[in-house]
């Protein structure tokens, strides 16, 4: 079985720009979660989608949002792009809603020049 | 909100020597504990957890330990391997307030050395 999968794996974007994020969950896994992962930090809390439904956001501005589709797939989207945006964001795939085992991606390399 | 604290942030050991590594957590109401492992290039990769009703678990060289009167919990890695050296996040999770999201630590970078 496929784990969970991100794409593209690397981006660079210029200051200002927007991007958008890819994730695919684990087959039969309905929540996603999105994380951001600077340098020699953990991971921190962005959002988490269950069954299409924002259930919990992260202390992000709302330049960033996400979104569910029907397959469970997910995207991350970030407008106004900052310097300090560069980060590895990373995709966690869960079973179900609440209190089961969160599985990360490889993530994504997003640096903003 | 959650706040966790790791320690030691850099750990260096001798292959076959044991690891410990300790986080700390601020919210009560937290319960759920999980730990990951991260390689250089890679996402963080579960390798034990452990839930507020159980105070130990083991599997195989790896072991987690709970004091939820303290607020605290402790991986223990056994037999080091150089395989072992990695970035090591521990993580805490509330699931009571409807939303999932892990606090993690700030991590603990395991040095086997040979």
């Known amino acids: 079985d496929a784990g969970v999968t991100q794409s593209p794996t690397h981006l660079i974007k210029t200051r200002g720009q927007h991007v958008t994020l890819r994730c695919s969950p684990i087959?039969?896994?309905?929540?996603v979660s999105w994380y951001q992962q600077v340098l020699g930090q953990g991971p921190q809390f962005i959002f988490q989608?269950?069954?299409?439904?924002?259930?919990g956001r992260g202390n992000f501005p709302d330049r960033f949002s996400a979104r569910q589709f029907p397959n469970y797939s997910s995207e991350l989207n970030v407008n106004a792009l900052l310097l300090g945006d560069s980060a590895l964001y990373l995709c966690?795939?869960?079973?179900?809603?609440?209190?089961?085992?969160?599985?990360f991606g490889q993530g994504t390399r997003l640096t903003v020049v | 909100g959650e706040n966790v604290e790791q320690h030691p942030s850099t750990l260096s050991v001798q292959e076959g020597d044991s690891a410990v590594i300790k986080c700390t957590y601020s919210?009560?109401?937290?319960?759920?504990f999980p730990w990951y492992k991260q390689e250089l290039g890679k996402g963080p990769q579960l390798i034990i957890d452990i839930r507020s009703n159980v105070g130990e678990k083991k599997d195989q060289r790896i072991a987690v330990t709970l004091n939820k009167t303290a607020k605290h919990f402790s991986l223990h890695i056994t037999e080091t391997q150089p395989e072992d050296s990695a970035v090591y996040f521990c993580?805490?999770?509330?699931?009571?307030?409807?939303?999932?999201?892990?606090?993690f630590g700030k991590g603990t970078h395991l040095i086997i050395q040979p």
């Open positions: 993580a805490a999770r509330d699931s009571g307030g409807g939303a999932d999201g892990l606090t």
């Open positions: 087959s039969g896994h309905k929540s």
């Open positions: 919210d009560s109401a937290s319960n759920y």
């Open positions: 966690a795939s869960s079973l179900g809603a609440v209190g089961t085992e969160a599985f």
């Open positions: 989608y269950y069954e299409k439904e924002e259930r």
